[in-house]
């Protein structure tokens, strides 16, 4: 049998998440065909040249009676007009009537096409049945065990169908973990495989399949032992030197580095293990040593498009634009498919450069795919920074968006274009708009609270603040903002501070919020506690308006120098911010 069979278990499992089922007359919904064989979601190959043919010796002499008749119209008559549970329940019958595996057949298939997990199993099992020799048979029931979770019952057939295809059984292992990835109890996973192993102790994939899933039932000495076994059957395995330096990750960095340096050595030309040995050099701050490996990897493989883009990603990491560069144009001569990834890369990099004009002539050239709404908001942004904002608000206005999502998007980056010029009232306005169309959508919700509260309408920044909160309850944001906005008013004073804290638990870490609990601290007369995490969400971020406040907490207790100190090093990062301004002013006045 030349049909990889583990292949085929998954596109049988993947029915059910699958679309329509075919039909021979044609379904009166969606027009299409039903067809009883031939599908990969009938769980054979997919291909006509393997499709089973059935022995006459294996089919049942049955009449063909009055009751199989109507069960059968029936049946055919339910499955044309939709109605799945009576085209289920009919077919089992006529398979439990009949026992021709047949009926079975098209029965699991109907119940798979139904999402009736454990009524496929039960034709399955019927046609296994009535016709145990079928590894099509075998093929569907033990990817519906599977499904169930049923690892011990889908043994038998698994280790059957293994055999049944030797020539393969290597591939089929490696698409084993796959297959069984749905069974939440890994380590019953792990037992399966090991059992499956046991006549084919010589094959490195063996191995392999075992290291994984004792990796992720969390065994890792045996993970490491197995894929150590599969590296000694096969030493210049280059998958399985990477797999076993991620798992010496886990344990020490350096070992998993001397690995992968040592296995080199040995195998100079194995460019998957030179990546991830160079990525790991990254990691451990070794920049030298990485642009060496990234040399190496550049002059052995100029023809290779792939290495090129693995090379120009790492460079950009190491801040080495001009191998970034060098590297992502070469992939582009070369034929690199997803060109739209590269000039997407590219343009980021001119703009990491602040070479603006390229980084926007890049970002233009991002035609389609996930990336080409970023791209296109980017080269606006860029735009409205040469001074050319009409342009740029043009640019936004005439891009497509073909869901609610990037339809916020779109407004949101126009928003922010205004924004950053100051025109607060033209983006509360934009704001508003969007809201009109995408009343509960929560960035524009929380957006518009902020340009309400540039523009002195509190009434709309507290609505929209309760609503997200609504919403979503555990958006740390929006607690931070309502509460800072209290605070900052000097209102509601303890609500404020419940707000707050409210933030504080939803997200510790984060030194905005840190921020505005000593400053509710503060405006409620608790200096030290104000001052104390001041200090703390300072020391994560010197952030601007941060610097603002514990400056002016410093200035209150009379520590005038250091305030000043820290506004003057706020001020040489950000000349220009209104917070900072605003405060200095009004406390040197």
């Known amino acids: 049998m030349k049909t990889n069979i583990i292949l085929v278990l998954l596109l049988t499992l993947g029915l059910g998440a699958c679309a329509q089922f075919p039909s021979q007359q044609g379904d009166e919904k969606t027009g299409k065909s039903i067809a009883p064989a031939k599908t990969a979601e009938s769980g054979d190959s997919g291909n006509a040249g393997d499709e089973e043919e059935i022995s006459e010796s294996k089919l049942p002499k049955l009449e ?30 006529l398979a439990q009537t009949t026992r021709d595996p047949r009926i079975a057949k098209r029965a699991s298939e109907i119940a798979l096409h139904a999402r009736q997990a454990f009524a496929a199993e039960r034709a399955a099992s019927m046609w296994v049945e009535f016709d145990p020799d079928s590894l099509d048979a075998r093929q569907t029931l033990a990817a519906m065990l599977v499904n169930l979770g049923k690892l011990d019952a ?14 393969n059984v290597g591939n089929a292992f490696m698409q084993l973990n796959q297959l069984l990835s749905r069974n939440s109890n890994k380590a019953e996973t792990l037992r399966l495989i090991q059992k499956l192993a046991v006549p084919y102790p010589k094959l490195p994939e063996v191995h392999f399949a075992i290291s994984q899933a004792a990796w992720f039932a969390g065994e890792y000495d045996t993970a490491l032992v197995e894929m150590d076994e599969a590296l000694s059957l096969r030493p210049d395995w280059e998958i399985a030197a990477v797999q076993s330096g ?34 790991l050099l990254v990691e451990l701050n070794e920049k ?26 790492i460079s950009t990491e190491l801040y080495d634009f001009d191998m970034t560069e060098i590297s992502l144009k070469r992939a582009l001569a070369l034929g690199y498919e997803d060109t739209n990834a590269i000039h997407f890369h590219l343009a980021r990099v001119y703009e990491e450069m602040k070479q603006t004009d390229l980084a926007m002539d890049y970002y233009r050239q991002v035609k389609r795919g996930g990336r080409y709404l970023p791209a296109q908001i980017r080269y606006a942004d860029l735009l409205a920074q040469k001074g050319h904002l009409d342009d740029a608000r043009s640019h936004i206005q005439r891009l497509p968006a073909s869901n609610d999502q990037q339809s916020a998007h779109l407004i949101l980056a126009e928003a922010q274009i205004l924004r950053r010029v100051g025109s607060h009232q ?26 309400a509260d540039k523009i002195g309408k509190f009434d709309i920044l507290e609505k929209d603040l309760r609503k997200l909160i609504k919403l979503r309850p555990d958006n740390a944001h929006a607690y931070n903002a309502l509460g800072y906005s209290f605070a900052e008013r000097g209102l509601h004073l303890p609500e404020a501070l419940r707000l707050i804290k409210k933030a504080v638990e939803l997200s510790p870490d984060d030194p905005y919020i840190m921020d505005s609990l000593g400053w509710v601290y503060y405006r409620m007369g608790n200096i030290m506690d104000g001052l104390n995490y001041l200090n703390r969400a300072f020391s994560i971020s010197q952030d601007s308006e941060i610097a603002a406040h514990l400056g002016e907490v410093l200035w209150v207790q009379g520590a005038h120098e250091d305030a000043e100190d820290i506004w003057r090093s706020a001020l040489e990062k950000d000349p220009d911010n209104e917070v900072l301004l605003e405060t200095i002013k009004r406390l040197k006045k």
């Open 426 to 451: 033209e983006v509360f306005k934009i704001l508003d708009a969007g809201l009109e169309k995408l009343p509960d959508y929560p960035e524009l919700l929380y957006d518009r609270a902020l340009a």
């Open 154 to 167: 889908a043994f038998p057939h698994l280790e059957k169908l293994l055999a049944s295809d030797q020539e």
């Open 288 to 313: 030298d040593l990485a642009r060496e490996q990234l040399r190496i990897l550049f002059d052995q493989n100029q023809d290779d498009a792939e290495i090129m883009v693995a090379i120009g990603l």
């Open 64 to 93: 063909l009676t009055a009751p199989i008749l109507f069960d059968f119209l029936l049946g055919e008559t339910a499955l044309q007009r939709g109605n799945l549970d009576i085209a289920v329940s009919r077919y089992l019958k």
């Open 246 to 279: 991620r798992m010496l990750q886990r344990q020490s960095n350096i070992d998993a580095a001397n690995f992968y340096r040592d296995y080199l050595k040995k195998y100079p030309e194995s460019n998957e293990v030179r990546i991830a040995y160079t990525r």
